[in-house]
């Protein structure tokens, strides 16, 4: 078995002219691992790029998983993740797992956007108040 053409592109889409040092390392696992996150996913569900990737990065969050969420954060961008949502994402995590596990990424998305030349702060997009809030 190969990496399938359809998992290349979309690899590539993804993360544009990367190589993983895995596939020199781990081919077996990269192989396995890539046809089923860039082709057999994909092509299973009805989701748009944009709304896996919140789910993906959301998810990310909630296990905690600091290196991937940068990775996968970098895609987001390059699939049309605005950094709006992105920040919505990160900002409505707080809730559910609670600022002392959101404040890694909220630092980490700060410096994947500064890498990625995008100008903070963002505009506020605040919509409530303390009394419209609960």
């Known amino acids: 078995m190969a990496i399938s053409d359809f998992a290349k592109e ?3 889409k993804m993360f544009p002219n990367f190589e993983s040092n895995l596939a020199k390392t781990d081919a077996d696992l990269v192989e396995i691992f890539n046809n ?3 082709d057999e996913v994909i092509n299973q569900t009805k989701l748009d790029d944009q709304t896996r990737m919140m789910a993906i990065l ?4 909630g296990c905690h998983a600091i290196d ?3 990775i996968m954060l970098l895609a987001a961008l390059n699939l049309g993740v605005t950094p709006e ?3 919505e ?3 409505q995590a707080v809730p559910y797992v609670g600022m002392g596990r959101v404040y890694p990424f909220l630092h980490a998305t700060n410096e994947i956007f500064e890498l990625s030349n995008i100008s903070l702060p963002l505009a506020s997009a605040k919509t409530t108040t303390p009394k419209t809030r609960l």
């Open 85 to 87: 949502v992105v920040k």
């Open 58 to 61: 959301a998810s990310l969050i």
């Open 36 to 38: 089923f996150a860039f």
């Open 68 to 70: 991937e969420f940068k």
């Open 89 to 91: 994402i990160v900002y």
């Open 10 to 12: 979309y690899h590539e």
